[in-house]
């Protein structure tokens, strides 16, 4: 019997076949308090392109609560639609400093845009995007939806259940799921697996309730786990039992 090849024992570790990382705007703060730390976004891409070249398909959406937040600015008077584009625009920065960082890396990656930007992204159609990730592309989203009153969060899931993902990677800056802060209080206890009814009647900040919404409806799976340390984005997409998942 032949032997596999290096690429075909790669893909026989991986749980899932094709995904959608969801990436904080802050976690490229790195230590900084704003903007894009090179350092962080360096050491994200790394990790992207380490479970692409595994043979996974993987699609990102990223935020860009570095740099603006749309809701945070409505709050102090603006418009909110005027806010949430500027947002979404955020995250188009946001989306070419990391497609810089991966292309680096030699990988190839396509940008595409909520928002007709020509110049600087691929307009986001499904079919083509399906198509660059069976091409062996990375695929980053942004732009949100295109609409104001929706987050980033809401994108996420509306773009995995277009592409037909199989769960959303939910990259935060802490360990999973806690039933309370637990920052504020050292005996928070963390789920294991929590369902999307429980995360919405409990008002757990983890996503959206649009989002969880969604996800509930058309039963996609989320799971929650600590980006900040290095490796766990491989942990995950090889099945290790990290973080909370929330599911039905």
């Given at each position: 019997m032949s032997k596999?090849?290096?690429a075909d024992i790669k893909s026989s570790e991986l749980a899932f076949s094709r995904v959608?990382?969801?990436l904080s705007g802050e976690a490229l703060m790195g230590s900084g308090e704003y903007g894009i730390e090179p350092d962080a976004i360096a050491g994200f891409a790394a990790e992207v392109v380490e479970i692409h070249r595994m043979g996974l398909q993987t699609a990102v959406v990223i935020g860009g609560g570095n740099i603006f937040r749309g809701i945070t600015a409505s709050a102090k008077g603006m418009d909110r639609s005027t806010a949430d584009h500027m947002g979404m625009l955020a995250t188009v920065i946001n989306g070419l400093a990391l497609q810089d960082?991966?292309?680096?890396?030699g990988v190839k990656v396509r940008v595409m845009s909520a928002i007709s930007m020509h110049e600087v992204a691929e307009p986001y159609i499904r079919r083509r995007a399906v198509r660059h990730l069976e091409n062996g592309r990375i695929v980053i989203f942004v732009a949100g939806t295109g609409n104001p009153f929706f987050t980033t969060d809401t994108a996420a899931a509306l773009r995995a259940m277009e592409i037909q993902a199989e769960i959303i990677l939910k990259a935060t800056k802490?360990?999973?799921i806690y039933d309370c802060d637990p920052v504020v209080n050292p005996d928070a206890k963390r789920f294991e697996h929590i369902t999307y009814l429980d995360v919405l009647q409990r008002g757990l900040k983890v996503m959206d309730a649009a989002a969880v919404s969604v996800c509930m409806d058309n039963d996609l799976p989320i799971q929650v786990f600590n980006l900040t340390q290095p490796g766990n984005i491989r942990r995950v997409v090889c099945g290790d039992d990290i973080g909370t998942r929330v599911s039905n």
């Open positions: 596999q090849s290096t959608l990382l969801k960082a991966i292309e680096r890396l802490v360990d999973g």
